[in-house]
């Protein structure tokens, strides 16, 4: 049986539990205030030269329940008051401060003083005097102490009362301001989203039947258009939620103000109609957009929206740039019931973060491909558990020697039927489903054990590289999950390099490279994989702390056929050198690549050529003979 409790954190239980508990306090019976009286004690602060009345008031409040403080006049009144902080004060009315005023006035007039004030009158003359300054109580002489600190019990008596319903009438007053706060709160909940304000999904699925209704009517297309981003669960991981919500607030205020250009004379002509904007989940947003038959005017405002979202946005002083994707479908064609229309512009936004971005109209092969994803993602969490992932492991040899000098664990996940999905198609969605880290450190766990395990089967490997996703970096444990696992199986930092994509990495986030410095001073070699895919390398390799040069295979596929390629190529392994990095070349597979690269003074190379990622027995006898390629 589930639990359907509310969230205790929740601010809306909250203010309903202070309204339970102020309702009760104002409910209590009167026989608790009655109560009152009997456990009632204080102090009172008695100011007198009187020497009788130095003697008999201490005794007489004693014994009603006061505890004294007798004091002659004070050079300040106010300052002996406020430090003793009495529930009560019984001065004597002929008694002046240093500037002639009497001791009464002064603390009368005292806006912090809240203990009331009893004045014992020597005379009747200055009797109206007092009564004009209002005390609580003026007693005439003679002075009767058993009289006056049994009128003392009772003004302290009616001073706690006072203070009783002042607490009561305040505590209803807040009890009112948060029934008025909840009552909007869940107003709101119901219809607007808490970050950004706009419509959620609840009521934007509203706004969307009365939209599909409204184009039966006039026999208008309408558009459903859902904003997603890549990898926004590395954005949330990096800045944090508050930051991460300060952006889609941001990114709320931005869709509001393109979709408010719709009003303009152009899209006006245009047949394009802005029905509606919500936020339907913490990383997901939605648009409703009427439209003619043609679907020219949604296509400009995808580009319109992509382009504006392209844009870095400030958030807390830091800029950071979004990679949106959005998803279309279209009323009545795709789908005829709100739930469908919904889903499947949704699944279209999927499709296009698998693609890398831009926008997608919903197709049925989209429906496949969000079921083969969702199935994926499921058969990954049962392989993970299992233990069903695995390493391979191809050589990378020095050009000159041709001997091994390092290996590249690469990951692999073989089915039931001896067929493997690629990494390319599953390593994105263990990075979406959160998989990636627990993934990631099996990983250097198994590239580590096999190390060492060759090492001490007396074939030592002198670097075993590890690909990192860019997830791992920015959980903000992955240096000492590095630390924690190099240490745990007593292999040399620098045995240990890790391979970070220019594609995943060089994108300008300090923390990541900050990261990246920690590594490299506790030991461990870093390379740059995939060069010259990314838009970003020259500008940042200045900052990163690499060893290793890795080209990618693309450049290396044209090196014998293509001049642009041999020229790229060239001035890469020449960057490299300048640089002082060990320059690797990707996927060679054939000898005259090879004798290109050594002609050009490439370092090191891995491909085919040598050998296919093996698993790590077949990888031993590697270790033990050159490379026949090298020649």
Known sequence: MSDSRPNKTSPLLDDRLDLTRTIKKLSMPTSHIDDLDDD????????CKDSAAKKWGPRWLGRHGLKAIVTDVPDDPLGITRSSKPDLIIVESALQTAQGEPVYQCLLDAADLAAPVIVLCASARELPVVLRANPLDVIRKPFEWELI????????????LQNKYGESRDSLRKALDIADVARERLRSRESFEPVTGLPNRTKF???????????????????????????????VEAMGQERANLMLTEVGKLLAEVLGDTDSTPALQS????????????????LMITASSETESVDRLQQQLLARLAQPIQVAGQTISLSACLGVALYPQDADDVDSLLQRADNAMRDAQSRGGGFKYYCAETDAAAARKLKLENMLHEAVDRGELSLAYQPITDVGQGRVGAAEALLRWKQPDGSFISPD????????SGLMIRIGEFVLEEACRQTIAWRDAGIPLPHICVNVSKVQLMSGSFVA????????????????????????VLSGNYDVINQLHDLKSFGVRLSVDDFGTGDSAIAYLKELPI???????????GLTNNEKDDAIVSAMVALGQRMGLT????????????AVLRNLGCDAFQGYLVSEPVPGSVFASLLKKPAKTAS
Request: net charge negative; hydrophobic share 50%; glycine share 6%.
């Open 481 to 504: 999950a590095v630390k924690r696992i190099v240490d745990k199986h007593g292999l040399e930092p620098s045995t240990l390099e890790l391979e970070i994509s220019e594609r995943g």
């Open 205 to 235: 699925i509203d706004l969307l039947k009365r939209g599909m209704a409204a184009a039966d009517r006039d026999a208008n297309q309408l558009a459903v258009i859902v904003v997603g981003f890549s990898r926004f669960r590395l954005v």
């Open 271 to 286: 047949g394009l109609r802005t029905a509606a904007v919500a936020s339907i989940d913490q990383s997901r947003f939605a």
């Open 40 to 47: 009632l004690e204080g102090t009172a602060l008695l100011i």
């Open 149 to 160: 600190a049994h009128r003392a019990r009772h003004a302290l008596q009616l001073s706690a």
């Open 583 to 594: 320059v690797v070349a990707e996927g060679v597979e054939t000898k005259e690549q090879l």
């Open 425 to 432: 198609e599953f390593v994105p969605v263990a990075e979406e």
């Open 547 to 557: 060893d290793v040069l890795k080209i990618d295979r693309s450049y290396i596929a």
